[in-house]
């Protein structure tokens, strides 16, 4: 009877490699541009199916969610796994603020652009990021071609007397760095995008406390899949107005996704107080180390390729001094070469060049997270550049 069937949603993983990238072929082609996270697909796979969830065929018809938050479309149980993950990392202040949930944090951006924008303007507000900027800002805040706001590009360059939104990427999308606010004008308002903000890539020193902090299941765990991003909103009337957006844009968020990211986030909470669990954040952040000694190693001492450098912090999570390893590596081509772009395609390594981020076409952001295989070739080709040009070494 379909009535008493029920939907078994695994969280097994797709196999690790393709058959077109299973050899190290010069031919092929490796896409180092997107933060696809399948990184993270080891730890999923390790620890079996403890986020196997099940859906009774009569489950999750109405559009409202069965909880009393101000988000009615938010899932009791995803509401209380994000304050729980929040307080166990100590990497937001979650009390006193609401949360509103988004299909990723990309849908999340676009509502709290529309919720911060007044209306009452002559002309639109001024969205502004320091440079190098998260590539998508331009284009999200442009896109609709909306009346209520636009692009005004480095935050570095903006003196007008007038309203602004400034966003501030930290660590920062593509270099790594931590940011604060650039502009520091008594009519600006914040937008604090913390995706990142998490101990596998960067010294949790304190918990943040901002007016509008945006994160997203994507890069906390790996699942960008699902779809799930979530703000922590402070002033009600504000959240009020994203929900709005979710509601015309969307009319709210899958409960099959949001119940899934509950489980996956509960499951990362327990592994982190529970030492018979393999922790989740020690887990990945050996595994961002790895990568980024390995990268180093192949990078130093030579006069072509130079890397971002980061100071060692305190972690209040793993109590220990820690180097921030980065999602993305924020390459520059030194000497003779100004595009590293067009450098790195013609050895077939798609990056993505600095030109797209307010930056310079001597920069390129590379993605940290892709599959094993990938970043071996990386490696190999890109210590083959470094011997066959002459500014190599």
Request: charged fraction near 20%.
């Amino acid at each position: 009877m379909i009535g008493t069937e029920i939907c078994l949603i695994k969280s097994s993983p797709v196999p690790s490699a393709t058959p077109e990238n299973s050899n190290m072929d010069t031919l092929i082609n490796i896409n180092l541009d997107h933060g696809d996270p399948v990184m993270y697909e080891s730890y999923w796979r390790k620890i079996g199916n403890m986020c196997d969830i099940t859906f009774n065929g009569y489950e999750s018809l109405s559009y409202f969610a069965n909880g009393k938050s101000l988000c009615w479309f938010l899932e009791s149980k995803l509401e209380e796994e994000i304050r729980r993950l929040h307080n166990v990392v100590g990497n937001a202040i979650v009390d006193d603020y609401y949360v509103v949930i988004g299909n990723g944090s990309s849908q999340l951006i676009m509502a709290a652009l529309y919720a911060l924008s007044p209306t009452n303007q002559p002309h639109p507000i001024n969205i502004v990021a320091a440079a190098p900027f998260y590539s998508s800002y331009p284009e999200m805040a442009d896109f609709e071609r909306s009346e209520l706001h636009k692009w005004a590009g480095d935050a570095r360059n903006y003196d007008k007397d007038e309203p602004y939104i400034e966003f501030i990427t930290s660590p920062n999308n593509p270099d790594g760095v931590i940011r604060e606010p650039v502009v520091n004008g008594i009519q600006g308002k914040l937008i604090h995008d913390l995706a990142y903000y998490w101990p596998q890539y960067t010294a949790i020193t304190s918990p943040a406390n901002h007016d509008v902090m945006l994160f997203t299941v994507s890069k906390c765990t790996g699942h960008a899949g699902s779809r799930i991003g979530w703000a922590l909103v402070k002033d009600k009337e504000v959240a009020r107005k994203m929900i709005k957006f979710m509601e015309v844009s969307t009319i709210g968020v899958s409960k099959e996704a949001q119940l899934r990211a509950a489980k996956i986030l509960g499951v990362i909470s327990d592994s982190c107080v529970n030492p018979t669990l393999d922790n989740f954040f020690e887990y990945s952040q050996s595994l961002l180390t790895d990568r980024w000694q390995r990268l180093r190693q192949v990078v130093k001492a030579n006069d072509l390729f130079v890397l971002q450098k980061y100071s060692l912090q305190y972690c209040l999570f793993t109590k220990k001094f820690y180097e921030t390893h980065p999602a993305f590596a924020w390459l520059m081509c030194k000497g003779s070469e100004e595009d590293c772009e067009k450098l790195l395609k013609g050895h077939k390594l798609q990056t993505r060049g600095g030109e797209k981020f307010g930056s310079y076409s001597r920069n390129v952001r590379i993605s940290m997270l892709g599959k094993d295989e990938d970043f071996n070739i990386f490696l190999q080709r890109l210590e083959a550049i470094i011997q066959e040009l002459p500014d190599g070494n």
